[in-house]
Every structure is written in structure tokens, then in C-alpha cells.
């Protein structure tokens, strides 16, 4: 079955910087969209960046320039590296894998997730 495992957040002051982690299994890797998510308390989940299966990204307008997604098809795992943070960029952080085609950032295109990790920059 398919599992997603993030790691990588924590406490960080604005203007600095976090990398996440996504360990992905159950699946081919290499073949899908890759995405990562965010979601604030009380606000609803939005994307952040996505990756498809040529490398070709996308990002949210909010973090272009400073987050950076990748995939490494061997380690089946995807990165995030999140510079220049803002208080803004606070709230948990998902994963998330599309299996079909296309490689959208809306959260609703989204197959399978995994649990999160926190963020919080001040």
C-alpha cells in the first residue's frame, strides 16, 4: 500500500531556513506527481510545489524563489528546501503523491497523504 513519511520540520526564526523530507513506498516513484501541501489553523490546505515525473515544478506564487522541490527517483524521496522563511510560511506541511496523470497543485487532485510535519517560523 502506498506510505508517505515526512520529516524535517521544527522551530525556526524568519529568515531562516528548513528542509523537509518525504519517504515514499507502495508504489513507482518515478512514474507520478509529487506534491507538498500546507495548512494553517484555520485556514484551508494549499499548495506549496509539485514536482512531476519529467522534474518539471510548480510553485505557489507565495513561495517561488525561495522553496525548492525535488525528487530523487533512487531514494524514493522528495525534498523540500524552504529559504527566506516568513511567519507566513507557519502550519503543517504534507506530502502527497498523484497517481494518474497530470501534475496539478490542488490538494483535491491528491491521492494519497502523509501525516505532516510542523512548521512554525516567528
Known amino acids: 500500500h502506498v506510505q508517505l513519511v515526512e520529516s524535517g520540520g521544527g522551530s525556526v526564526q524568519a529568515g531562516g531556513s528548513l528542509r523537509l523530507s518525504c519517504a515514499a513506498s507502495g508504489y513507482t516513484f518515478s512514474r507520478y506527481c509529487m506534491g507538498w501541501f500546507r495548512q494553517a489553523p484555520g485556514k484551508e490546505r494549499e499548495g506549496v510545489a509539485v514536482s512531476d515525473r519529467y522534474g518539471n515544478t510548480r510553485y505557489a506564487d507565495s513561495v517561488e524563489g525561495r522553496f525548492t522541490i525535488t525528487k530523487d527517483n533512487a531514494k524514493k524521496t522528495s525534498s523540500l528546501q524552504m529559504n527566506s522563511l516568513k511567519p507566513g510560511d507557519t502550519g503543517m506541511y504534507f506530502c502527497?503523491?498523484?497517481?494518474?496523470?497530470?501534475?496539478?497543485?490542488?490538494?483535491?487532485?491528491?491521492?494519497?497523504w502523509g501525516q505532516g510535519t510542523q512548521v512554525t517560523v516567528s
Open positions: 502527497a503523491v498523484r497517481l494518474n496523470s497530470g501534475c496539478p497543485i490542488f490538494p483535491r487532485d491528491f491521492d494519497h
